[in-house]
């Protein structure tokens, strides 16, 4: 029997929703936070402490495509030999936390568009900063998660420490593999990210072994 067209249509559709909400999705991530006991991890949308005041992840968890997370293992270890560490804000993010964003800063300038998805839906994508060796952090041009031009990196009215600072963090970052989104300082994509699909798993889902080079 022929199957119409619209049909086949929606059953593609169906299968891909189901892809992006099936747990074991997460089997193609790993937590970059198991791979690295010197970073400070911070991940403030685990807590109330991020521009929604409301805690929006169940879990605080690094998640990040294995790739991904070898580049950052390698700017990890860079910053360590510099007597720092790496602080980390957010990594993966399920899509349909995107949306919830959305409704609330409906500015691509700083959250992403969900109809198009983020880069941190691919788990492509990282918010990080930087600690001394005491855990205390480095001061920055603005804080996390500042919708306004003092989170732009081109902005001039930052004292010299934090434009210094934010320099030596984008220079590592992008020294392995990621690149700088301008109206962000934390914010880096991985190079590559478009090979990787929007995802909408849960951050608390269960994950396969890691793979074979961590």
Known sequence: MKIPISLVSLLALAVGAWARSDPS???KMV????LDSHIVLDMRYATKNNFTHQRVYPVA????RPSVAQKLLGAAKDF??????LVIFDCYRPLSIQKKFWALVP????VANPAKGSRHNRGAAVDVSLADSSRKELVMPSGFDDFSKRAHRNWKGSSPAA???MKLLEAVMERHGFVGL????????????????????PLAAPLAPKPKGF
């Open 163 to 165: 434009r210094r600072h």
């Open 80 to 85: 360590e030999s510099r007597g720092l560490r």
């Open 182 to 201: 301008p109206t962000e300082w934390w914010h880096f994509d991985a190079k590559g990210w478009k090979r990787f699909p929007v995802e909408d798993v």
């Open 31 to 34: 937590d970059f936070s198991k």
């Open 107 to 110: 500015d691509e300038r700083y």
């Open 61 to 64: 968890r690094c998640l990040l």
């Open 25 to 27: 999705q997460t089997a």
